[in-house]
């Protein structure tokens, strides 16, 4: 078998860029700690730049795969490729001043972020299980590590231990799941279990979907595999809060999505009906429990296991409209959570504060950053000209459409349940009156314009969505013909 490594050349060099981080981190100067951090940290966001460039450059005409399907490069992986090299890129400029203060070589810490990185793009790009699982390993192990990296942390180390334990039993699960599969099938290639094979309703076809699926639901936090997330989003250092929230969910969804595509498990209504009450009690649980959180950091990490639930409801549909929608609803979560995130992580660093009382006159200490997460919270909470509003509109319209009207309908409710714990937040930035007065909060011209540009990108997606839309629409082209599609 002739493999053509040029179309690995992006992975390839992001893995590179990785072991360059660290090795640039170990050869500069020890005694100027502060442009030590800052010169690793342009490396790292240089070279994902210039990967992200690489990727869309040398993106072939027609969809190609290496070793007889293991690795898809097209259309779809590409999308996720540039939406999670952004991502990194945002994470590494928001945590130079966290790394500056308490990490005592940055070379680790943003080499294992451009390793998640890695691991993330490897998972969109699988088409085997066994691929599948060691991409999904590779960015676990990065974030294990990056949430307990902060010595003498009790916080995060507790966070970072639960992690690891609940990660590797939901790990040996999944892998238990993937054996039973092989077993049963003979094969570990996507494409090659087809809806014979699932309709068998074979017992060991049952237990190892199910398996494979509770090991992804860990990773996405999904009811009842979410008990997880609230203190690890608590205890890990808030840039990889952000990490945590956006690229590992993102990544997940995307394999979960060419998983059931390529393998065609959507043919079967009693997956359909199973996944339909995940999403029914993820959302649910989410913005229950977020109504009486205090912590920011727990807050958002409710409204993201709810948020989780709003995307499976796209997921439920298995239909290209529901495809479409869960990409375009990540595109814009992406940019809504990181703008979220980038606040709390600048008010953090400025105040040690984490409290949603400790927002209270954020609008007058600085108004860019009031400006920046009402938006967000606004998006997050699905209202208009924001991301949330038009994604959410798509998620829930396919869903109505395949035949799931009652998950549209208590997705829409718990959408307006989430307005009360979001405006909490924004009466506290812009009503309540602090004590005592705060200081004025100053941004460097990177963070201002971070802020500025993820602003834009929540806007943007709401209000003039179809370059977006385009490019969602060209990646699930790339799979084989979605589930139930049309």
Request: aromatic share 10%; net charge negative; hydrophobic share 55%.
């Amino acid at each position: 078998m002739v493999v053509d490594f040029s179309l690995l050349l992006p992975e390839m060099l992001l893995a590179g860029l990785g072991f360059l981080v660290l090795a640039v981190d170990l050869f500069l100067p020890q005694d100027r700690p502060e442009r030590r951090n800052k010169a690793v940290a342009a490396v790292a966001v240089v070279g994902m730049a210039a990967v992200a460039a690489m990727a869309i450059a040398t993106q072939p005409d027609r969809s190609a795969s290496v070793y007889g399907g293991l690795l898809f490069i097209d259309a779809y992986a590409l999308l996720f490729k540039t939406l999670f090299l952004g991502v990194g890129i945002a994470v590494v400029l928001m945590s130079v001043e966290y790394v500056g203060r308490v990490i005592r070589h940055p070379g680790e810490f943003y080499g294992l972020i451009v390793f998640a990185v890695l691991g993330a793009n490897l998972m969109a790009g699988a088409g085997e299980l066994l691929t599948a699982y060691i991409s999904l390993e590779l960015l676990s192990f990065c974030l294990f590590v990056l949430v307990g990296l902060t010595r003498g942390d009790r916080r995060s180390a507790e966070a970072s231990t639960k992690y690891i334990l609940l990660g590797a039993i939901s790990s040996a699960v999944m892998l238990y799941g993937i054996s039973l599969l092989y077993g049963t099938s003979g094969t570990t290639v996507f494409r090659e279990m087809g809806p014979e094979f699932w309709d068998s309703f074979s017992p060991t076809v049952i237990v190892g979907l199910a398996m494979l699926l509770a090991g992804i639901g860990f990773k996405l936090a999904l009811v009842p595999f979410h008990l997880w997330a609230p203190d690890v989003y608590e205890g890990a250092p808030t840039p990889i809060t952000a990490l945590v929230a956006v690229l590992s969910k993102a990544a997940t969804f995307a394999l979960l999505l060419r998983f059931l595509a390529e393998a065609r498990v959507g043919t079967l209504d009693e997956w359909q009906l199973a996944l339909a009450v995940l999403a029914a009690a993820t959302m649910t649980v989410g913005t229950l429990t977020a109504l009486v959180q205090r912590n920011i950091k727990r807050l958002l990490a409710y409204s993201s296991i709810a948020q989780v639930g709003f995307v499976m409801v796209g997921v439920v549909a298995m239909t290209e409209a529901g495809a479409n929608a869960v990409l375009l609803h990540l595109v814009g979560y992406a940019f809504t959570n990181l703008a979220a995130f980038a606040v709390v992580v600048t008010v953090e660093a400025k105040t040690r504060k984490e409290e949603i009382a400790d927002y209270a006159g954020l609008s007058t200490a600085s108004p860019l950053m009031a400006m920046v997460l009402t938006a967000a919270l606004f998006s997050l909470a699905g209202l208009p000209i924001f991301a949330g509003f038009i994604t959410k509109f798509y998620l829930f319209t396919a869903a109505a459409d395949a035949g799931y009207l009652w998950l549209a309908v208590l997705a829409i409710a718990n959408s307006v349940i989430s307005l009360y714990y979001y405006l909490r937040v924004v009466r506290e930035m812009y009503i309540t009156e602090p004590d005592p007065e705060p200081e004025r909060i100053r941004l460097s011209p990177t963070s201002a314009g971070a802020l500025w540009a993820l602003l834009a990108g929540t806007i943007a997606v709401g209000v003039y969505p179809g370059p977006f839309a385009d490019a969602v629409d060209a990646a699930t082209n790339a799979l084989r013909a979605y589930a139930g599609g049309a």
